[in-house]
């Protein structure tokens, strides 16, 4: 899924097109740590994220799959 990362700097907004959500991650920090952007936002299909929104989002999906791929066989079947 493509993620659009944008951001503002000297009165004009860039914008650049990710494959992944760590690719876009990273260049939001970068825009906004190293480059000194304002207004840094990620946007997948669906929604747009400010930069620490978006870092949650991941967390919490990271830990979702952690979980769901240690759950007992035995729960899965059951849920289905």
Do not use: R
């Not at 659009?4 to 650049?16: N, S």
């Amino acid at each position: 899924m493509p993620f659009l990362v944008q951001g503002c700097i000297d009165d004009h907004t860039l914008a650049v097109t990710t494959e992944t959500a760590k690719e876009a991650f990273a260049k939001a920090i970068d825009w906004h740590v190293v480059q000194k952007f304002t207004g840094v936002s990620i946007t997948d299909a669906t929604k747009t994220y400010s930069i620490d929104a978006f870092s949650v989002a991941m967390a919490l999906l990271e830990i979702a799959k952690t979980v769901e791929a240690t759950a007992e066989p035995g729960l899965k079947a059951k849920e289905k």
